[in-house]
């Protein structure tokens, strides 16, 4: 007696084998992947490019403007520069006729929202290098699957060699495509990682002047 659950589901696993091989999904996630991580990558260098400047001239532009007490002067130079650092600087400036703490308390939480837009989507790119290898796994064990299927239902004797090496190479290739993926994402997600450390850096000690600098002007 056949065992109607068993047989549905049998039926079902290898409609949806097919499905994947036949249409190249796996390859075509992984894809989908890669575009997605190029586009994040060049989109957060741009950002991170738009965010820096010469801190040191700007340091010394406002030095000479702080200690000559013109802080309009000094907020406008820093509106009009942009960036991170000068976003962070502003907002001691507004504050400059108040308590060091209080200061400090708002260039921190400026502080925080410009970290935030730093690091906005860089994390796509770990996730990408974490998933893509696993997406390239399920392809292996597909192949697999196909391939020990051909073997079930042709047996040892007439097996198609042809189509158990085509599964076979097709469950290598959907594991190196994820490789190819990831690898790439990991340095691109570090590098991003180590650019913001500096500009996280540059910040904490632009910051740190200025705050002297309205404290014991």
């Not at 450390?197 to 705050?211: A, C, D, F, N, Y």
Request: aromatic residues 6%; glycine residues 8%.
């Amino acid at each position: 007696m056949v065992c109607i659950p068993h047989a549905v589901g049998s039926i079902t696993s290898e409609i949806f084998t097919r499905y994947l091989l036949d249409w190249n999904m796996i390859f075509l996630i992984i894809a989908l992947s890669s575009l997605v991580a190029v586009t994040i990558f060049i989109e957060r260098l741009i950002f991170l490019k738009k965010s820096e400047i010469d801190t040191n001239q700007f340091i010394l532009i406002l030095r000479k403007v702080i200690e000559e007490g013109n802080i309009v002067e000094a907020i406008r130079i820093c509106e009009e520069t942009g960036g991170s650092v000068a976003n962070i600087i502003r907002s001691g400036l507004v504050r400059h006729d108040r308590k060091r703490n209080e200061i400090e308390h708002g260039m921190e939480i400026s502080g925080l929202s410009e970290i935030a837009k730093l690091e906005k989507n860089a994390r796509i790119l770990s996730i990408i290098a974490h998933i893509t290898p696993l997406i390239g796994l399920l392809g292996t064990v597909l192949g697999f699957i196909q391939a020990f299927g051909e073997m079930r239902q042709t047996g040892l004797m007439d097996i198609s060699t042809t189509r158990v090496g085509e599964a076979m190479e097709y469950a290598l290739f959907t594991t190196a495509a994820g490789l190819v993926v990831a690898i790439p994402c990991v340095v691109g997600y570090n590098y991003l990682v180590s650019r913001i450390k500096g500009m996280v850096l540059e910040m904490q000690t632009t910051s740190s002047e200025i705050v002297d600098l309205l404290t014991y002007k």
